[in-house]
């Protein structure tokens, strides 16, 4: 169960932009398409994210992941309660060399104290690039 009631998808959407993505997301150019409880969609440029060699930074696919299953854990948890990532961990299966990368993030576990989500991100192409899992604890937080 969460602190508040599941808001429309609608609705999701606008508590995240209203919320922020952070930073880090900003810089690395992620967008979000789709999010709800049960299914995110958020793509980034692979240009500006790449290794000296050009292809697609291994840690990039993973704050894209955890960009996508923390927020979602949030939405989750509901008001007065935060979640906080206590683990992530990524296989990188391809390399993107240009345009976007597209994750696709679905939640495993959604628990009242922790939450599980995997995060498939694939190519232009619709390969698969990376798979992420990131488990976020969740804690009621004092409002002041």
């Not at 789709?34 to 291994?58: I, K, Y």
């Amino acid at each position: 169960m969460t602190g508040s009631p599941t808001p429309s998808d609608a609705d999701a959407l606008d508590w995240l932009r209203r919320r922020g993505t952070g930073t880090l997301a900003a810089r690395m150019g992620i967008e979000f398409l789709e999010f709800s409880v049960e299914r995110g969609v958020a793509r980034m440029p692979v240009e500006g994210n790449t290794q000296p060699v050009g292809l697609m930074h291994g840690g990039a696919y993973v704050v894209l992941g955890e960009s996508m299953g923390s927020m979602m854990a949030n939405l989750h948890a509901g008001e007065g309660r935060l979640a906080v990532g206590v683990d992530i961990n990524a296989t990188h299966t391809r390399s993107a060399t240009s345009g976007f990368v597209t994750g696709v993030c679905t939640p495993v576990h959604l628990g009242r104290t922790l939450t599980v989500h995997e995060i498939a991100v694939t190519d232009d192409q619709d390969r698969r690039c990376s798979t992420i899992r990131i488990t976020n604890l969740i804690k009621d937080v004092p409002v002041p």
